[in-house]
Antibody, heavy 120, light 108 residues
């Protein structure tokens, strides 16, 4: 069974750093890109960026480029989303999702979401 | 960036009836459109891709149609578990892939 299990909720202060995780199981991790999606409170979905676990090649939505970093650890089948300096506007639920096999851009399995709260 | 506009924002339908949700793209995206369902407190779930292909395990009550700039998601004979928010998403143009703002399907 394919599963993406994300790390737990976080409460941080502005300016702090953070890394959240997404551990994949039930399939070959290097076979599918992993994407991160943001959902701000009461709002819709935003595609942040994606990574090819095979070689860590990344694509970022220009709106998020330079503010977040996506990475993977193939040895543990885990993807990461990282911030070096959080802002209050980063408060959101963040989902990782797997690319549907052979269809670039479609997300077939999702993690349960990680709530990140940034407040002073 | 391709803009996806979903209509209506909220749709009120009685159980057992049919619901029709629309998604319009700001430019042609061929058939590179997916639909997702999201219930409160849950992650989105893939329903449809390539505009009309049902994802694995999705009920035949869900059907998608359209190409170019106009797309439709139809849910026949609504059941209680179908009331949720529905998002369309284009994957024709990067960067970035984009989602519509969502349609909330509520019980009438």
């Amino acid at each position: 069974e394919v599963q993406l299990v994300q790390s737990g909720a976080e409460v941080k202060k502005p300016g702090e750093s953070l890394r959240i995780s997404c551990k994949a199981s039930g399939y070959s991790f290097t076979n599918s890109w992993i994407t991160w999606v943001r959902q701000m409170p009461g709002k819709g979905l935003e595609w942040m960026g994606r990574i090819d676990p095979t070689d860590s090649y990344t694509n970022y939505n220009p709106s998020f480029q330079g503010h977040v970093t996506i990475s993977v650890d193939k040895s543990t089948s885990t993807a990461y989303l990282q911030w070096n300096s959080l802002m209050a506007s980063d408060t959101a639920v963040y989902y990782c999702a797997r690319r549907l096999t052979m269809v670039q851009g479609v997300l077939d399995y999702w993690g349960q979401g990680t709530l990140v709260t940034v407040s002073s | 960036e391709i803009l996806l506009t979903q209509s209506p924002a909220t749709l009120s339908v009685s159980p057992g009836e049919r619901a029709t949700l629309s998604c319009r793209a700001s430019q042609s995206i061929s058939s590179n459109l997916a639909w997702y369902q999201q219930k409160p407190g849950q992650a989105p779930r893939l329903l449809i891709y390539r505009a009309s292909t049902r994802a694995t395990g999705i009920s035949g009550r869900f059907s998608g149609s359209g190409s170019g700039t106009e797309f439709t998601l139809t849910i026949s004979s609504l059941q209680s578990e179908d009331f949720a928010v529905y998002y369309c998403q284009q994957y024709n143009d990067w960067p970035p892939y984009t989602f519509g703002q969502g349609t909330k399907l509520e019980i009438k």
